[in-house]
């Protein structure tokens, strides 16, 4: 159902099975992260790396407007299309998409692969790199993995943190992972709800110091919610990191979920969030980037970043 606050929505049973599927990866399907802002417009917000949608060229922007010959109408929920999508590993299903006005058929093998919420790499003998995909269940143990890995690194100058196309999920994990990166008792977020509010703060002692570190954050449009609270965060109280590509998207809202007794559930909206040092609402207020850069898909398609290397060139 669709209501003035975009981020409130209603599941019956079967989209309810498949938005809890969703929190846990347990997918087998073509791997894009997908949005639905209007009625009958699925749109792609990015094919996830080395996934079929990437194999079949699937691309940032497409709307997807029939899948196995079924159209997407306006009384179709954004579940009750991904469930058209989805199931089972290695049977095929056939995309009809409008790419700037042209309409394209894709066909694409669906699959059953293993996301990480974090990976992490030495690139060069000076640059330590992590991407943080999301903010679900195991990222800030996975995230504890990737800091104890760089402290074993002594020649790091360079830090690169990947936040792009990551808008999701829960607020307490990306308090859990500031933890690792900031003072005891440093505020990391503040919850405000209609009758009180909640402060969240680092607990526990920092286990990299970023002031030794050049940082560089990449950011773009799909980057929202949790991260932007990273983001802010980490900018409020490290002013020297440097933020490249684009504006983020801008989600200063908390939700919950109610579950009812016939299957259903409803996510909606409860209280608004703000950066825990400057006490700034996110929601509007795009977090601009320090270095503009546009990435170019075509070079990312053959296996080249160029905001990536860009950060490598800083």
Same mark, same amino acid.
């Given at each position: 159902d669709w209501v003035w606050d975009k981020y409130s929505v209603y599941f019956p049973s079967t989209d309810s099975d498949n938005f809890y599927d969703s929190l846990n990866w347990?997918?087998?399907?073509?791997?894009?992260?997908?949005? /639905?802002?209007?009625?009958?417009?699925?749109?792609?917000?990015?094919?996830?790396?080395?996934?079929?949608?990437?194999? &079949? +060229?699937?691309?940032? !922007?497409?709307?997807?407007? #029939? $899948?196995?010959?079924?159209?997407?109408?306006e009384e179709n929920s954004l579940?009750? $299309?991904?469930?058209?999508?989805?199931?089972?590993a290695w049977t095929k299903v056939v995309l009809i998409i409008d790419r700037d006005w042209e309409i394209m058929e894709l066909e694409i093998t669906r699959e059953k692969i293993i996301i990480k919420d974090v990976e992490y790499e /030495?690139?060069?003998?000076? %640059?330590?790199?992590?991407?943080?995909?999301?903010?679900?269940?195991? $990222?800030?143990?996975?995230? /504890? &993995?990737?800091?104890e890995e760089l402290k074993k690194e002594t020649s790091v100058k360079k830090i690169i943190i990947d936040l792009r196309n990551n808008w !999701?999920?829960?607020?307490?994990?990306?308090?859990? /992972?500031?933890?690792?990166?900031?003072? $005891?008792?440093? #505020?990391? &977020?503040?919850?405000?709800?209609?009758?009180?509010?909640? %402060?969240?703060?680092?607990?526990?002692e920092k286990v990299i110091d970023l002031n030794k570190y050049e940082v560089i954050i990449l950011q773009n449009s799909w980057t929202a919610s949790a991260s932007e609270i990273m983001i802010w965060t980490l900018k409020d109280y490290y002013p020297d990191?440097?933020?490249? !590509?684009e504006k983020t998207y801008w989600k200063g809202? =908390?939700?919950?979920?109610?579950?009812?007794?016939?299957?259903?559930?409803?996510?909606?909206? =409860? &209280?608004?969030?703000? %950066?825990?040092?400057?006490? %700034? +609402?996110i929601d509007t207020v795009w977090i601009s980037p320090d270095i503009e850069l546009e990435l170019d898909i075509d070079k990312f398609q053959n296996g080249e970043d160029n905001q990536l290397e860009k950060a490598l060139d800083l």
């Open positions: 347990e997918y087998e399907w073509i791997w894009s992260y997908v949005d /639905m802002e209007k009625p009958w417009k699925l749109k792609i917000v990015t094919p996830i790396s080395w996934s079929p949608s990437e194999k &079949a +060229w699937l691309k940032w !922007w497409d709307l997807v407007l #029939k $899948v196995d010959g079924k159209e997407i109408k579940w009750e $299309v991904i469930s058209w999508i989805k199931w089972p /030495m690139i060069d003998n000076k %640059t330590f790199y992590i991407q943080i995909r999301n903010f679900w269940d195991h $990222v800030d143990s996975d995230f /504890m &993995a990737s800091l !999701w999920w829960y607020l307490d994990k990306v308090s859990d /992972m500031l933890d690792y990166l900031l003072e $005891v008792w440093d #505020k990391t &977020a503040i919850v405000k709800y209609r009758d009180w509010n909640k %402060t969240y703060y680092s607990e526990s990191i440097k933020l490249v !590509w809202s =908390v939700q919950t979920i109610r579950n009812y007794s016939d299957g259903s559930s409803l996510k909606y909206t =409860v &209280a608004k969030w703000f %950066t825990g040092k400057t006490e %700034t +609402w």
